[in-house]
């Protein structure tokens, strides 16, 4: 059985909404148990009366102003820091959190640890395509600037992730840049087209960011500061296209008499490019699994970023990284 540690304090909804994706979790995965970590004032034990549910009470919270620097010393007892406690000492198999992303992150590599040889974990989100097959995206903001080195080991974490996890044989690896070309970009662009052109990846070349959403390539690498702004993107067009829609749908009599008879397409067009349903974004290259689920997450949400963890540990994502990386080092 899987044991998965929760930070049931960070996200927008607080306390409520991970203890609600955690109960739809318990319903559904018989292989999982959970401990949560937080401030016995804002969590409801009593809707966690569950023999696979146990809860730990933490003095302090972690918020989205705290400097990840500060917390690792200042905040030790916090539920962040103390669900990264119980995964390095592995109580738990895995960690999920909402909250502050730098703070998650410092706690991924200076408590649970990194792989050997990885000097960058990235923080990395499966968004939806078209097709339906979706695509992994790394880094979306663990770290804001990046150097060649870095941006070649994403592409091969994002390849192993691909080829041991989602089952795509020579996963298509492509570089989010401002043009095709091969001298498209800063020197850090063209420095690294290079290296994975020369490298053993199935490299496509460089990609135009717009072109990301029609499954293009299986892994896009970039920097974080450039992934996040991708991702966020993203998520606000998908918002105010389905908000559109809606109202549209919704400003006349004859117009929701269409949208009634196309009910069930409109919800399949949903499903499909919905970013909530791919759960939340990986660490890949720590120790063990941690996942940063949206800070926005409905229970919904939170229950596939708890699927998502659940879904590494299944295939042992961890230990495929270390045995690819080490044996192609």
């Known amino acids: 059985m899987f044991r998965l540690a929760i930070d049931a304090m960070g996200g927008d909804g607080g306390a409520p909404v991970v203890i609600e994706g955690v109960l739809k979790a318990v319903q559904q995965m018989e292989n999982v148990s959970f401990v949560l970590f937080g401030h016995q004032d804002q969590v409801d034990v009593s809707l966690l009366q569950h023999s696979r549910i146990e809860f730990i009470h933490t003095e302090e919270i972690i ?17 962040m820091m103390q669900m990264a406690q119980y995964v390095k000492e592995g109580k738990a198999h895995a960690g999920i959190s909402a909250g502050n992303t730098g703070a998650l992150m410092a706690a991924g590599i200076f408590i649970v640890g990194r792989i050997q ?36 080991q994403y592409a091969q974490m994002g390849a192993i992730y691909c080829e041991k996890v989602r089952g795509i044989q020579n996963p298509r690896i492509g ?60 998520e606000g067009t998908a918002l105010a296209l389905f908000q559109v829609i809606k109202e549209e749908l919704m400003s006349s009599t004859f117009s929701k008499m269409g949208a009634l008879l196309l009910k069930s397409k409109f919800r399949a067009i949903k499903n499909k ?33 708890i699927r998502q963890g659940v879904f590494m540990l299944e295939n042992e994502m961890v230990e495929q990284i270390r045995q690819s990386y080490t044996k192609n080092k």
Not at 130 to 138: K, M, R, T, Y
Not at 187 to 216: C, D, H, M, P, W
């Open 63 to 79: 918020t989205g102003e705290d400097e990840p620097a500060k917390v690792i010393r200042k905040k030790k007892n916090s539920s």
């Open 117 to 152: 040889g990885i000097e960058r974990p990235a923080l990395a989100p499966t968004l939806p395509t078209i097709d339906g097959n979706g695509f992994l995206l790394l880094d979306v903001g663990a770290n804001i600037e990046a150097k060649t080195e870095h941006l070649v």
């Open 175 to 234: 570089l989010v840049n401002i043009g095709t070309e091969a001298h498209k970009g800063t020197s850090l662009y063209q420095e690294t087209y290079q290296k994975l052109s020369e490298s053993n990846l199935n490299f496509v070349g460089n990609i135009e960011a717009r072109e990301l959403l029609f499954g293009v390539a299986d892994v896009c690498v970039t920097d974080g500061f450039s992934g996040n702004q991708i991702l966020k993107a993203t």
């Open 273 to 305: 490019m919905d970013y909530t349903e791919y759960g939340g974004a990986a660490l890949f290259g720590l120790n063990a699994p941690m996942i940063k689920a949206h800070g926005s997450s409905d229970k919904n949400a939170f229950f596939h970023a």
